[in-house]
């Protein structure tokens, strides 16, 4: 068998990161997977104005930048790789990428959450072709152009409004009759002269062939349907754990988000942080900050379990 | 290792469109996120395929025109040229294995 590691720390984001500074100032010797999405969702945000310690605001990127360059000064090492498997009902666990199978007494799980879809196949066929989830990477391509921006919550208030600097008019479509966006938010769109909002309306369909033309809705109340003319339709209706790998392994909520007492998963040893455990808060500082907590949970975990081993061993 | 080459307005017919390989084009931009996300893969493609294929980034602030040519309307845009033809095509930031499936590159 391969080397045996202390702690394997799936996701490369806030989270995972800050496991990773905390586990190797600890002299764990933890080994990080981070991904092919490593900074997590960071690095597709621009400017993070609600980080504490830097008053001026930082971009994403950046900040992930800064952490990882902090981990590896303590010596966490870092693997840029895709987890294809994990078994954790074997000990040690194993962890495997593309490449490599690894093996490890404790896991930290980190891999964070994605930007949800609406699921329907027009929005498939049409993605990159006026369907997208990133306002700041696409709006470029639709100035003075009519666009939708379709969700409730704070990222699609940014986007609306971000859009609304570009196209020549936007439409928030929203299912409900209120935003679930925060206050602030929710007033700079409804105030904007050039966002519309189309309440209490049900996406049923992308419309278009070789790229978009406009997104036909449901009014929920009355059930008449219509299609707003659109460029391009920009998707922001909340975010799923990235969770598949661990479906069999351990217990997840019916969202599919991991379970946790603490950082403590359903399975002794492992540990999860950041947005794939956070039903509630979602922030780059409270990831960072679940991460500390399962550096030191797990470290615990370690020392006691190798404790016990090392005892046992004795009377052996 | 082989370098990503920097294509341009005034490269882009002789480095993609008269290549005899086949050219991987990643269409990007400075302010694109998931762009960021999908560069190292797409220079993991480029030094593991040096023999068999081109690998080159695009600029569409700089270079609009051919990026609006080729329909991109959504970045990253990974376009993969044969003969001077795009033929297959991957939008967004994704594994490299689902990438090179996407793009049809044999393994």
């Given amino acids: ?76 090492k870092l693997i840029t790789a895709d987890v294809t498997r994990v078994d954790l009902s074997s000990r040690p666990f194993g962890v495997w990428t593309d490449a490599d199978e690894l093996r490890a007494h404790s896991l930290i799980i980190s891999t ?27 709006g470029f391509f639709f100035r003075d152009r009519e666009l939708v921006v379709v969700g409730g919550g704070d990222t699609a ?36 002269p050039k966002i519309a909002v189309r309440w209490n309306a049900e996406v049923q369909q992308v419309i278009g062939d070789g790229v978009v033309d406009g ?14 003319p659109a460029a391009a339709v920009f998707v922001a209706i909340g975010h799923d754990p990235n969770t ?55 470290e615990r975990w ?15 | 290792m082989a370098d990503v080459l920097e294509i341009t307005a005034d490269n882009f017919q002789a480095v993609v469109l008269e290549s005899e390989r086949p050219v991987l084009v990643d269409f990007w931009a400075e302010w694109c996120g998931p762009c960021r996300i999908i560069a190292p893969v797409v220079e993991q493609i480029a030094s593991e395929r040096a023999d ?18 080729y329909g991109v309307q959504g970045i990253p845009f990974l376009g993969l040229f044969e003969h001077g033809k795009l033929t297959r095509q991957a939008v967004g930031a994704m594994p490299k294995a689902q990438l090179e499936k996407q793009l049809g590159l044999a393994s």
């Fill in chain 2, 52 to 69: 068999s294929l081109v690998v080159g980034k695009l600029d569409v602030d700089k270079h609009g025109p051919i990026a609006a040519r």
């Fill in chain 1, 112 to 138: 964070g959450a994605s930007a949800r879809w609406l699921g329907l196949d027009s929005e498939t066929r049409l993605r990159g072709f006026g369907v997208s989830s990133c306002a700041t990477c696409d």
């Fill in chain 1, 157 to 192: 208030m940014e986007e609306a409004l971000f859009l609304a600097r570009i196209a020549s008019k936007v439409t928030v479509v929203h299912r409900r009759d209120e935003f679930r966006a925060s206050r602030i938010m929710a007033d700079r769109v409804l105030g904007h």
């Fill in chain 1, 244 to 298: 598949e790998l661990f479906v069999d392994e351990l217990d997840l909520d019916p969202s599919g988000y991991i379970l946790t007492d603490g950082t403590r998963t359903s399975v002794e040893g492992v540990f999860a942080c950041g947005d794939v455990q956070d039903t509630v808060y979602r922030q780059a500082i409270t990831a960072a900050a679940s991460g500390c907590m399962a550096a030191i949970d797990s």
């Fill in chain 1, 302 to 316: 370690l020392e006691a379990a190798l404790h016990q081993a090392s005892t046992s061993g004795q009377h052996a």
């Fill in chain 1, 215 to 228: 997104v036909e809705v449901r009014d929920a109340v009355t059930g008449a349907v219509e299609v707003i």
């Fill in chain 1, 1 to 76: 068998m391969s080397q045996v590691h202390n702690v394997i720390i799936i996701g490369g984001g806030p989270a995972g990161l800050t496991a990773a500074i905390y586990a190797a100032r600890a002299n764990v010797g933890p080994v990080i997977i981070e991904g092919y999405a490593a900074g997590g969702q960071l690095m597709i945000t621009t400017e993070v104005e609600n980080y504490p310690g830097f008053p001026e605001g930082i971009q994403g990127p950046e900040l992930m930048q800064m952490f990882r360059g902090q981990a590896e000064r303590f010596g966490a």
